[in-house]
């Protein structure tokens, strides 16, 4: 079974720097059929896709957020962990990671996992 | 990245009646080799994270009702909630997953008329 849970600070200053991560159970992140993404919703809008970790360790990231974000991961411990630098009252949204894969004949799923998300607050 | 464009913001719709959202995206996502269309929908209700529903344009996730069906090809798709019950009122998102970051449509709130 596919567990994933987000935690990090539910409150941040305008310019401080957030950091979430993402601990996840019921699979290894060590080959480039596995992703953990990282998609937000600010309240009452839509999601938004912001970063992706390969499990052999490639990554994509928003290009709006690129000069902002940073997306890490740590084999051992099975998590992955966002950066956020400069945060703003903009960026207060629902914070969610979760996992894709690729099986053997198949071809790519989308994200069929979810962790229950952190709502992060910007404000001073 | 691939833009995703949903149709329409929101509907309303008796209880037992049709409900359509469409979806379109800014390139292709029929990734030749497979002939797949790498298009998901996912229901979202209230305080939860999305649900996924369709994967593959039209393949149902394990559980997901029959009333609930994906459709389409390349740029357009639609998913069509056959006769509305109580517990679909939600907001439907639309995803690619052909390339790039995994992108969504901007969402489509389903109500009971």
């Known amino acids: 079974q596919i567990t994933l849970r987000e935690s990090g600070p539910t409150l941040v200053k305008p310019t401080q720097t957030l950091t979430l991560t993402c601990t996840f159970s019921g699979f290894s992140l060590n080959t480039r059929d596995v992703h953990v993404g990282w998609v937000r919703q600010p309240p009452g809008k839509a999601l938004e896709s912001l970063a992706l970790m390969f499990g052999d360790g490639d990554k994509r990231r928003s290009p709006p957020l690129q000069s902002r974000l940073t997306i890490t991961k740590d084999t051992s411990k099975n998590q992955v962990v966002l950066t956020l630098n400069n945060m703003d009252p903009a960026d207060t949204a629902t914070y969610y990671c979760a996992h894709r894969q690729r099986l053997p004949g198949s071809g790519w799923f989308p994200f069929d996992s979810w962790g229950q998300g952190i709502l992060v607050t910007v404000s001073s | 990245d691939i833009v995703m464009t949903q149709s329409p913001d929101s509907l309303a719709v008796s209880l037992g009646e049709r409900a359509t959202i469409n979806c379109k995206s800014s390139?292709?996502?029929?990734?030749?080799?497979?002939?797949?269309?790498?298009l998901a929908w996912y229901q979202q209700k209230p305080g939860q994270p999305p649900k996924l529903l369709i994967y593959w344009a039209s393949i149902r996730e394990s559980g997901v009702p029959d009333r609930i069906s994906g459709s389409g090809s390349g740029t357009d798709f639609t998913l069509t909630i056959s006769s509305l019950q109580a517990e679909d009122v939600a907001v439907y998102y639309c995803q690619q997953y052909y390339g790039g970051l995994l992108t969504f449509g901007g969402g489509t709130k389903v109500e009971i008329k």
């Open positions: 390139q292709s996502i029929l990734f030749g080799s497979d002939n797949k269309n790498y």
